[in-house]
């Protein structure tokens, strides 16, 4: 269950900020956050969500609350290279960037997270450990 959004106007690093809000949340609770935020890709990427769902229940028979946003990446497009006049008839470059966006579905149970459940980094514990063992030679050192 895939749809890909190529060459879409807006830069990938502001794009990024809105697909990292729906990574690994159900698909009906994406596209509410969706709904609701105030950033200009919120919409593209809606109805791209939309286009994935219909993907999946026309190639898969599958139904839209079984399915997971698994991936959502944000690759960079085509740039389109303006100049904009400057003084003393020097030019300066304007970027102007694409995004490639490519989403990817999956079910709930499989490969993917529950709803609103987020990947917490894990605790280090040696690194402690070690930092206990240092105090403990300077304090027989002395």
């Not at 729906?22 to 939309?50: C, F, M, N």
């Not at 139904?63 to 997971?68: G, K, P, T």
Request: proline residues 4%; positive net charge.
């Amino acid at each position: 269950m895939k749809a890909i959004l190529s060459n879409y106007r807006q830069s990938p690093r502001k794009v990024r900020l809105v697909a990292g809000l729906v990574k690994g949340k159900q698909v009906a609770l994406a596209i509410r956050e969706l709904d609701v935020l105030t950033k200009r890709a919120s919409l593209p990427l809606k109805k791209l969500i939309e286009s994935a769902v219909a993907n999946a229940r026309h190639n898969g028979d599958i139904a839209a609350e079984d399915l997971v946003v698994k991936s959502m990446r944000v690759d960079k497009g085509v740039t389109m290279k303006r100049s904009m006049p400057r003084a003393r008839g020097s030019a300066s470059r304007i970027n102007k960037r694409a995004s490639n966006i490519v989403l990817e579905l999956g079910l709930v149970g499989k490969g993917a997270l529950p709803a609103g459940k987020e990947m917490k980094p894990s605790k280090e514990a040696p690194a402690k450990k070690a930092a206990v063992a240092k105090k403990a030679t300077k304090k027989a050192a002395k």
